[in-house]
């Protein structure tokens, strides 16, 4: 009892330097500019903000779209247990990019601009309205979390009655938007190092998105079963992992027949920094993980699947930094090295995510269908087994 | 009817007076003195390679990339040429400076309020139908003003009157589709800072590439994710429907 208290303690003492280095950070962005605030320059316009908070920010939120297009779309609804924290890390995830966003733009009062002065052309332009649509989406989605707590039960039925319209809405959005953040950089073939540039960028950054959300519900959940002391759903999280290990098999397909199809697999073994990183997110965010996690035995695991998805994670930012940074640098003539600034500002955010969700999901019935979560295995189980019989019954019937 | 006009830059023939660049800074309104490299307060700038001055500004690409991904399209091709920035609508995304194939885009990162800045071709003056500033002052016609189709005409002519004193090539004509700035030069551009390995397409082509695909992916996605709702809640229904006759079977079987 004293470890995990003592434990509780750190992470809150953490928390606390984490804010407010970032408000100092925060006061020195917009009081004294970018340029005083971070390591930016003409040559190389885009660091950390966007290469993390905005790429992986997004990236990561990925889970909320997948799990509700299963749930909803693939009426698989044994998985609705997991439903609303995973919308509630999506939702947060969006809301802080554009948090990051604020902090990135020369002009963030202006931000508004995109909703009048429309450019179609502009890969921005898209995502600046995927971000607000599918934020206002996964609000909706999230509604009824909220209004739940307040009894609002008229406000909810009007929510429910649009959902599959809107569940719909949220995946095109997704599709879309994971798919433009990789468009944003078809526009630097000859800045952008060839082993990440590539005209399948879109479908790279989508399928990789997928994978790494379905990491994140794993990785959320063991984080909140021990913030909350809850059962965990290994059951459930054992099938997200399955699709997660079938789209890094589809990822890692695809980008092994890109460099082949390019013929610059032999870049793969040039001695030189652009290969190491590249080796070092193919190998800790697919190769081990997909090794991993296509064994049962490693997926019905706890551990083995926390340790995997939480590669799969970190390989995913490794892999979004490469293309922002890593792959930038080497054209860009000058180096680039996140200020302490820009660190303190982004771990800032990040934290603020993790107290939001655990407020939240303190005060409001996110993780409610885990009390009667047992029941309602047991009453799948029956019912399962009843469909089994019936189908035997009428095969029978038919005979 | 207005012409394109561009500017053609012959390197053979600049002194590297800078010239240029006082004249911009005076027309412009731009503090300081000469700069030795682009920046917000330097719209053009002189790079010396061995004794040749290369002339660095805006590219006034016909296709620009800069005015293609702006969310807000601050930035505009104009009929005549120049590609002009409008301050008001920028939102500070940066993606111009990200995207340009030359590198020009400048920001004033000390600012807290920062702009874009870069040539914008003395649009105002091109307006009034006077040349560029830059071009009236070069004292050696390094930098001449005119039509664009002209200046090519008149940049083949002065390969052709002097055989090997050029690289037989116009910087410009082609890369990314076509720029309002043409250099001529007696030394490999590559060896003076230019981007040689540019593309002949436009830039902007490639994301229209993807963008494009948007109203495929949303109606043929939108149908199929309705599809599989449908069919799959239909399994459901029809699950149900198929349990309730069911029981009433066997409650009647069990009444007889």
């Not at chain 1, 680039?336 to 999901?361: D, R, W």
């Amino acid at each position: 009892m004293k470890k995990v208290f003592t434990t509780f303690g750190f992470w809150k003492i953490v928390a606390v330097v984490l804010l407010t280095a970032g408000l100092y950070s925060t006061y020195v962005r917009f009081f004294e500019g970018l340029g005083a605030s971070t390591n930016l320059s003409d040559q190389f316009p885009w660091g950390i903000w966007i290469g993390f908070d905005v790429l992986c920010g997004v990236g990561l939120a990925a889970g909320g779209f997948t799990l509700a297009a299963i749930v909803y779309i693939f009426n698989i609804k044994r998985f609705e247990p997991i439903i609303r924290p995973t919308i509630l890390t999506a939702f947060l995830g969006y809301v802080l990019v554009v948090v990051g966003l604020m902090f990135d733009l020369g002009r963030p009062l202006q931000i508004w601009h995109a909703i009048i002065m429309w450019n179609p052309r502009s890969v921005m332009f898209e995502v600046a309205w995927c971000v607000m649509l599918y934020n206002t989406v996964l609000a909706l989605e999230f509604a009824p979390v909220i209004l739940e707590k307040f009894k609002l039960t008229r406000t909810i039925k009007i929510i429910k009655r649009i959902s599959i319209p809107l569940i719909i809405l949220g995946v095109l959005l997704s599709t879309l938007h994971q798919s433009s953040l990789g468009s944003l950089y078809l526009i630097v073939p000859e800045k952008m190092y060839p082993l990440w540039y590539s005209a399948y960028m879109p479908l790279f950054f989508y399928v990789s998105a997928i994978a790494a959300g379905c990491a994140m519900i794993i990785f959320e959940s063991f984080l909140s079963s021990r913030a909350f002391k809850r059962g965990l759903e290994i059951h459930l999280l054992q099938d997200i992992a399955r699709v997660c290990v079938v789209m890094l098999g589809v990822y890692a397909t695809m980008k092994f027949v890109d460099l082949s199809d390019r013929k610059i697999l032999p870049l793969l073994l040039e001695p030189r920094f652009e290969t190491y990183m590249y080796w070092l997110e193919a190998i800790v965010g697919v190769i081990v993980p997909f090794i991993l996690l296509a064994q049962a035995k490693v997926r019905s695991n706890p551990t083995g699947l926390f340790v995997s998805a939480i590669m799969v994670v970190c390989g995913f930012i490794m892999n979004r930094m490469n293309v922002a940074i890593t792959g930038m640098e080497g054209w860009s003539g000058v180096g680039y090295f996140p200020s302490l600034t820009e660190f303190s500002i982004t771990m800032m955010i990040v934290t603020i995510g993790f107290i939001a969700f655990y407020f939240i999901a303190k005060y409001f019935p996110v993780f409610t269908h885990e009390e009667h979560h047992e029941k309602e295995v047991a009453h799948a189980a029956v019912a399962w087994k009843r469909d089994i019989e019936s189908v035997s019954q009428m095969v029978e019937v038919n005979n | 009817m207005s012409t394109k006009k561009a500017l053609l830059i012959d390197l053979t023939l600049c002194v590297g007076c800078n010239a240029c660049q006082a004249a911009c800074k005076e027309v412009n309104k731009l503090p300081g003195d000469e700069e030795k490299t682009l920046s917000p307060t330097a719209y053009t700038a002189l790079d010396e390679y061995d004794g040749v001055f290369v002339r660095r500004m805006c590219q006034h690409c016909d296709d620009p990339t800069c005015a293609s991904v702006c969310p807000v399209g601050a930035f505009t091709k104009t009929a005549e040429g120049p590609v002009v920035y409008d301050v008001d609508k920028c939102i500070g995304c940066r993606y111009c400076m990200q995207a340009c194939p030359f590198q020009v885009p400048r920001y004033e990162w000390s600012s807290t309020y920062p702009r874009v800045q870069k040539c914008v071709m003395c649009h105002e003056r091109l307006a009034q139908g006077l040349p560029t500033a830059c071009s009236e002052a070069c004292p050696t016609g390094a930098t001449k003003f005119g039509d664009r189709d002209e200046l090519i005409k008149e940049a083949y002519e002065r390969m052709n009157a002097e055989p090997g004193k050029y690289v037989p090539k116009i910087y410009g004509e082609h890369e990314v589709g076509g720029t309002s700035v043409l250099y001529l030069s007696s030394v490999p551009f590559e060896n003076l800072g230019f981007h040689t390995q540019l593309q002949t397409t436009p830039l902007p082509q490639l994301t229209w590439n993807a963008l494009s695909k948007i109203p495929g992916i949303v109606s043929v996605g939108g149908v199929m994710l309705f599809g599989i709702w449908w069919i799959t809640n239909r399994r459901e229904e029809v699950k149900k429907f198929e349990q309730r006759m069911n029981d009433r079977q066997q409650n009647n079987g069990s009444e007889n």
